[in-house]
């Protein structure tokens, strides 16, 4: 277990901001935080690094305490922000050669991993320019190469695709993922972009007011329910009694002019078809019900 | 800590505010050193032996003295360097990237602040330098031995002085999250404290113990302590005070006794102990008030939240 935290409370003036946070991260895994703003994510993520104190709660991160040894912990960890920062006059080069003399890399080896790590992120032929003149995209990838040149175990990544463009995004995400793979970092990232946490992470853990109202894998979190879709005209009101009272039937919706759309369970479309028929209505649509995060998400935020 | 407070000497000493200031330190050198040579061609016998030292002091018609420069204009640039020192890293979103480090947090704020205090040493000992080096060359002859040493305590002062501004500034730049309220806020500070507190002293005192063309001396007395008082919470006052001894050797204090006395007794230089004697109050309030200044920034900025929204 790489990160562990337990009852974790924080306070921000009279906000709870976390309240009762549980969080178990195991090594190598691909952690993907949801929750909508203001849940928590980036408090949690704070107090994982140390950078603020939680106000209850235990915490343990590579196997030490942020709060005791915070200095442990960030040699351990590297930390990409919201809104990442460089210093502007500073070349790319510059800014990433004060991470390695902050970790107290040896020069000759912190150029070589400068070097590697602005090569991974694409920004080699830039590297000598300074930051002032940098896109959002190329800062949000010399935010990454902030983290690799650490060479951390666990690295926090906040909203690491925010603001780039799709094919940025793309390139971002298999690059996280090939660092996991291939040099068995663990990662834990925070997003709003469902899709894109979907696509690579292993286990999702959903924030809301400060809790975790639901975790486990992607497969676990959208599994389950399946079934169909279906959109059956000319129906009348014997027909939806019917429907309504059949236990195959997951929701009935009148969408007006006789139309009702219907959600049923999975095994139950001959039964659907045989009281349609006996009714005499018809069924014009009939699709497949997949569900994806955003339907979780929408389910835990809509109440 | 080595680290921060390289990267922050060198974005100081790189920076435009600091090409700025070292014009500023030209011109200032260059008038200081033609008043003093002006003051000593039309008279000689009033000038005494310390003629070097009189080179920072001088004053002519309508242009300050280098010693009033400094201390008026002096914490207006030590302000510059320190008022956006945190906030903007806040601002830029350099904080949780430089935090997240394994350095201890004080590292970072200690390492600004003695950035800040050597630049600041660098610009007083070349001001110094360059007084010295443009006298040599219009005088002729060489300072005497006790002249440097006097010099040498006059820049720590000095730079404890500055210190202080930049302590300022640096809180400034935690307290408030725009650095253009710090530096509105530290503008304030330095008004209030370079001129309007003189104004207020005079009142408080005018207030408390009335002057009349009758008033007794001792009258005259205390309302001269009063203001005294009320003016010693000015930094400026007290860096004034306290320095005034080492660059005017003959100087015996700024209480009305010794205003009344000087023309009576004949004032022979002090030694330079003595001389340290005299402003070591003031000294000793310096150096507080600089480090009271610096405890408060940095507990103010250790007890900050990084959290930005």
Redesign the interface.
């Known amino acids: 277990m790489i990160v562990e935290a337990k009852g974790l409370r924080k306070r921000?003036n009279h906000v709870w901001a976390l309240d009762g946070l549980d969080l178990s991260v195991q090594e190598g895994e691909i952690y993907g935080l949801l929750g909508p703003n203001g849940s928590g994510k980036?408090?949690t993520i704070?107090i994982l690094?140390g950078?603020?104190e939680p106000t209850e709660g235990i915490v343990r991160v590579c196997g030490h305490d942020p709060v005791r040894e915070?200095?442990?912990v960030?040699?351990a960890?590297?930390?990409l922000?919201e809104?990442?920062?460089?210093?502007?006059e500073l070349s790319a080069r510059e800014n990433l050669r004060?991470?390695t003399?902050?970790?107290?890399i040896p020069e000759a080896q912190g150029k070589a991993r400068i070097a590697e790590a602005l090569e991974q992120v694409g920004l080699a032929e830039v590297s000598d320019r300074p930051v002032a003149t940098f896109s959002h995209g190329m800062r949000q990838r010399l935010?990454i190469a902030?983290v690799l040149v650490?060479r951390p175990k666990l690295a926090i990544l906040d909203e690491p695709t925010s603001g780039i463009d799709p094919e940025g995004a793309v390139q971002i995400l298999d690059l996280i993922r090939r660092l996991r793979d291939e040099a068995g970092m663990t990662v834990i990232l925070s997003s709003h972009l469902l899709y894109q946490v979907q696509r690579i992470c292993d286990r999702v853990g959903i924030l809301q007011r400060g809790r975790m109202v639901a975790e486990g894998t992607v497969g676990e979190l959208t599994g389950g329910e399946g079934g169909y879709w279906a959109v059956v005209e000319g129906a009348g009101s014997a027909l939806r009694a019917r429907l309504e009272g059949e236990e195959w039937t997951v929701g009935v919706e009148d969408l007006g002019g006789g139309r009702l759309q219907v959600a049923l369970a999975e095994s139950a479309r001959p039964q659907l078809f045989k009281i349609v028929a006996e009714e005499g209505a018809v069924i014009t649509e009939l699709r497949p019900r997949v569900r994806t995060l955003e339907d979780i998400y929408l389910r835990y935020f809509q109440a | 800590m080595a680290?921060?407070f390289w990267?922050e000497l060198a974005?100081h000493l790189g920076s435009r505010r600091f090409f700025l200031l070292s014009l500023i330190i030209l011109v200032v050198a260059g008038t200081s050193v033609y008043l003093g040579i002006q003051g000593f061609r039309e008279n000689p016998e009033e000038v005494g032996e310390y003629v070097y030292l009189v080179l920072f002091t001088q004053a002519a018609s309508g242009l300050p003295s280098f010693l009033s420069f400094l201390a008026f204009f002096g914490p207006l640039l030590a302000v510059l360097l320190g008022f956006d020192a945190v906030n903007s890293?806040f601002t830029?979103?350099?904080?949780?990237?430089?935090?997240?480090?394994?350095?201890?947090r004080d590292a970072w704020i200690n390492g600004k602040f003695l950035a800040g205090l050597t630049t600041l040493a660098v610009m007083v000992v070349s001001i110094a330098l360059l007084i010295f080096g443009l006298g040599l060359f219009a005088l002729g002859f060489p300072p005497a031995g006790g002249e440097f040493a006097r010099l040498l305590v006059f820049v720590v002062v000095a730079v404890i002085y500055l210190g202080f501004w930049l302590a300022l500034g640096i809180l400034f730049s935690v307290f408030f999250r725009q650095t253009a309220s710090s530096a509105l806020a530290a503008v304030a500070t330095w008004l209030f404290f370079t001129l309007f507190l003189y104004m207020i002293a005079g009142v408080i005192a005018d207030q408390l113990v009335p002057l009349r063309a009758d008033s007794t001396a001792s009258d005259l007395l205390r309302n001269q302590n009063i203001r005294d008082f009320v003016l010693r919470f000015s930094p400026v006052a007290l860096f004034e005070e306290a320095v005034l001894p080492i660059l005017v050797p003959t100087y015996r204090g700024l209480s009305l006794l010794a205003l009344l006395t000087r023309p009576d007794v004949p004032t022979s230089p002090l030694s330079l102990g003595q001389s340290l004697l005299v402003g070591w109050p003031q000294l000793v309030g310096l150096v507080a008030l600089t480090s009271l200044c610096f405890a408060a920034a940095y507990l103010a900025f250790m007890r900050r939240?990084?959290?930005?929204s």
């Open positions: 921000y980036t408090t704070l690094l950078l603020t915070p200095l442990q960030k040699r960890v590297g930390y922000s809104k990442v920062g460089f210093y502007e004060l991470i003399r902050l970790n107290g935010g902030d650490k | 680290t921060i990267k974005d890293e830029r979103g350099t904080v949780s990237r430089i935090l997240s480090q394994p350095i201890y939240e990084i959290r930005t």
